[in-house]
């Protein structure tokens, strides 16, 4: 009786696992989770829009966030508060890590590797980069690196 009750919990665990890793997260299910990365102006995008569930490295009091906006060079942060997916179009809003600032722009994704920003209407979206405002463009694309 024993051997036929664990025969049967690990054939139930076993297709556990093996439907979770058949529908495991896939980026063409969910195009707007992950990091995104821009080589010209060193930013990136670090985003799950579905769950809304990403913590800022170093900045964990602000608590579960749709996403956020960093730069390589600094450590200024823009906060992703809130967003809306519809297909393969995002519409975020956005503030900085202050809450002096903040603007409107959208997501685009090409493929399942690429993703367009757009701004939108608000604050420019910048970064202090050797002791100068670094004013990044409003469009712009990122390439996804996870």
């Known amino acids: 009786m024993r051997k036929t009750i664990a025969l049967a919990v690990l054939t139930a665990l076993s297709s556990l696992l093996f439907m979770s890793a058949a529908t495991g997260d ?10 995104f990365y821009n080589a010209e102006h060193k930013i990136y995008i670090d985003c799950n829009l579905y769950d809304h569930n990403i913590i800022i490295p170093m900045q ?24 809306n997916v519809k297909g393969n179009k995002a519409t975020i809003d956005v503030i900085n890590n202050y809450g002096s600032e903040d603007f409107t722009a959208t997501l685009k994704i090409h493929g399942d590797t690429t993703l367009t920003y757009s701004h939108e209407g608000g604050s420019t979206l910048k970064f202090p980069v050797n002791r100068k405002w670094q004013k990044i463009p409003a469009k712009l694309t990122f390439k996804r690196t996870r």
């Open 60 to 83: 964990e009091v602000l608590g579960e966030l749709d996403g956020y906006i960093a730069s390589d060079q600094c450590g200024t942060t823009w906060c992703i508060v809130s967003s």
């Open 26 to 35: 896939d980026n063409e299910a969910r195009p707007f989770k992950g990091r």
